[in-house]
C-alpha cells in the first residue's frame, strides 16, 4: 500500500517515516463509516465525542491530549488545509465530514509540523478525493433521515479528466430528556443538515478544485443551554494547482489557493426568570451569538531534486494570508451590563467577542531522503515558520528505517511539532469564558517512537511506543484586569511542561472465513483526567455471494474525571446486497446495542448525551 502523507511522495507503508494508518474506499464503504469523525475512533490512539463548548461536534482526541475544538491535528483535503483561522482546528466548521467523495484516508499517529507546519502537531489526516466513477446515493432512515449524493466524471478529448460531487443530507434527531447549564430538565433534539459540493478538473499539468461544505443545526444544547438555537457553518475553497516533472533529476509543484469561512450562530445564552443572584431575573431571553467570517490565501512551491538514485532532496515554501473579513456580537442584552437592546443588535464595536485581526506566515522547509543501505533509508527534515502575531518557530524530523523484506519495518522516528496560537486564544474578549492573550508563543511538542510492521502471510502486525514531551502548552489561568475583560475571565497562559506516553497495536488477519482487524491503545500517562486509559476497536469483513456483511466496534474504559464518561461499547453493522453489476442495497445500524451513554464536557460536568441505536437503509445506483 502506498501513502504519501508522510513525505509529500508516494511512498510505501513499510517504507514512509511516519505512523500511519490507512482507510480505503473499500474500507469505507464496506464498514459502513459515514464520517471521518466516526472513522477516527477506529485510529489507534484517536478518539472522537461529542462535545457542545462551541455547539455539537466532535472533540477529538489524540495520544493523551484532548481539546474541544481539535487543534491539534491538521486536516488535509487534497493538499487544502480545513482547520479554521478562529479555533485552529476542525470542530467549529467541519462537523460531519463527508466520506462519499474520499478515495483514501492517511493519518499520521504523531507530529508532522516539519512538512506541514502548524496544527500537525500531535497527527495530520490527510484526505484524498475520488478521480473516477459514476454514482447516484440515497439512504433513508429512523431519525428522520434522508440523503442523496451524486458522483460523476469523465475524460476530455486529450484524456484530461474532470470529476464534480454533490450531496445533502438532513435529520431530524434523537429524543432526549436532559438538563443544561443553568438546571433546566426538558425534552430536546439534535437535527442537523448538510451540503457538500466538490469538483476537480485537471488540464495538462493543472489541476483546479472547489469546495462548498454547509452544516446546518438546531435545538440541543448550543454552549451548554436549552433555547430556540440555531447554529450555520460555512466554508469554501479554490485552489490551482501546477505539477511538472522537467528531467529524471528534478520534479516541482506550485499552489495557489483561496479560501473563506463563516460561522453564524444564534442561540439562548441565558432564559428569562433565571435567577442569576438574588433578586436579578431578566424578563426575556437573552439571545444571541457571534457572527464570524474570514479568509485566507496560501501559495505553496515544492521541489523535488533526486540527487541520485539513493537521494532525494525537497525544497519548499509557503506564504499564507489570513483575516477576519467580519466581526459581530449578534446579541438581544448588552453582554455586560444585561440591559435589553429591544431585539437583535450586531455589536462590531466596544461590545464585540473578537477583533478583527490578521496574520502573515512564512514557511521554508527541506526534506532528505537517504538509502544508506539497501534495507536502511534516513528521513532527516526541518521547517521554520515566521508569524506576523507571535513570532517562528522551528521544526526538525528524522526518522530510520530497517526495512529487511518488503512487508516488514522497524521505524525509529524523532520530531518536534508546534501549534500556532488561535485567535480565539489571542483576541477573545467580553465574555465570561475567556480572555484572549496577545502574548502568547506558541505551545511544542517533541516526540519519539519505536514502531515494528510486519506481514506474514495472511497476518499483518503492528506495534508502537511513544514518548511525548510538551512545552509551552496553552491553558486557562487567573483572569486578569483589562477594560475589555469586564467580567474577568480566566485568562490565556503558556502553561508549563507536561509529559504522554503510550503504547498502539494492531493485528489483522484474513482468510476464506473472512477478514478481521483488531486495534488498541494503552495511556501510561495523559494531559487530561478525562481521556480513557485504554481503548480498543474492532472491524470485521465476510463475503459471499452476492452478500457482504461488515461488523465494527469500539469501546474506552472507566474515566476517573469530574465529567461522566461510562464505558462505552459502540457497536455497528453494514449488511451488503450487490444485486446486480450496477445496483447494490444495504442496511446499515449504528450504536447497535442502543447504548445510553455520555461523553466528557467541559461545558457539562454529567457529560453530554449521545445518540441511540440508528437504522439507516440506503442504495448505490452506478453506471
Sequence with gaps: MEVTVASRDSQSLYRAPANVTVFTRDDILNYGFTSVQQLLNFVPGFSATRDIEQGTADRISVRGRSTALSESVLFLLDGQRLNDLYTGGISLLNRQLALQNIEQIEVIRGPGS????????????????????????????????????????????????????????????????????????????????????????????????????????????????????????????????????????????????????????????????????PGVALDEDFYGGPLLETEAASFLMDHSLFLNDKQTLLLGLNIRESRVRDVANVTTHNPITLEYFGGLQANRDALNFSDRASRSVVSVYFQHQWDLAQQWQLTSGLRLDDYSDFGSSSNPRLALVWQPDQHSSLKFL???????????????????????????????????????????????????????????????????????????????INGGEARTSGIEGAVGYQSYLGSVQF??????????????????????????????WSFNGYTVSDVDSQNRSDRRIVLGSKLKYQYNDSASYYLLVKNLLDNSYQTPSSVLPMGVANRGRQWILGGQWRW
Aim: hydrophobic share 35%; proline share 3%.
Design 114 to 277: 516539519a512538512l506541514y507546519g502548524s496544527n500537525a502537531f500531535l497527527g495530520v489526516v490527510n484526505m484524498i478525493s475520488r478521480k473516477s466513477g459514476h454514482e447516484v446515493s440515497a439512504t433513508l432512515g429512523t431519525f428522520g433521515h434522508n440523503s442523496i449524493s451524486w458522483f460523476n466524471s469523465g475524460l476530455f478529448e486529450n484524456a484530461d479528466e474532470w470529476s464534480i460531487y454533490l450531496s445533502r443530507f438532513e435529520e431530524d434527531g434523537d429524543q432526549y430528556l436532559i438538563t443544561d447549564g443553568f438546571g433546566i430538565e426538558r425534552s430536546t433534539q439534535d437535527p442537523i443538515e448538510g451540503i457538500d459540493f466538490y469538483s476537480s478538473v485537471s488540464l495538462d499539468y493543472f489541476n483546479f478544485t472547489a469546495r462548498y461544505t454547509e452544516r446546518q443545526l438546531k435545538d440541543f444544547l448550543t454552549f451548554g443551554n436549552h433555547g430556540e438555537n440555531n447554529e450555520n457553518m460555512q466554508q469554501w475553497s479554490v485552489a490551482a494547482n501546477y505539477q511538472q516533472r522537467m528531467s529524471d533529476d528534478w520534479k516541482f509543484n506550485y499552489r495557489l489557493s483561496l479560501s473563506r469561512d463563516k460561522w453564524n450562530t444564534r442561540a439562548t445564552l441565558i432564559p428569562q426568570g433565571i435567577e442569576l443572584e
Design 414 to 492: 524523532y520530531a518536534s511539532a508546534f501549534r500556532a496560537p488561535n485567535f480565539l486564544e489571542l483576541y477573545d474578549k467580553n465574555n465570561p469564558v475567556d480572555f484572549g492573550n496577545r502574548q502568547l508563543d506558541a505551545e511544542t511538542v517533541n516526540t519519539s517512537e519505536i514502531s515494528w510492521l510486519s506481514q506474514q502471510g495472511d497476518w499483518r502486525y503492528e506495534l508502537n511506543v511513544f514518548y511525548n514531551e510538551f512545552k509551552d502548552l496553552i491553558v486557562l489561568g487567573p483572569p486578569v484586569s483589562d477594560p475589555d475583560n469586564p467580567l474577568l475571565a480566566p485568562t490565556f
Design 519 to 548: 486495534s488498541w491503545s494503552h495511556l501510561f500517562d495523559s494531559l487530561n483526567a478525562d481521556i480513557a486509559d485504554t481503548q480498543w476497536s474492532l472491524t470485521y469483513l465476510k463475503k459471499w455471494q452476492n452478500y457482504s
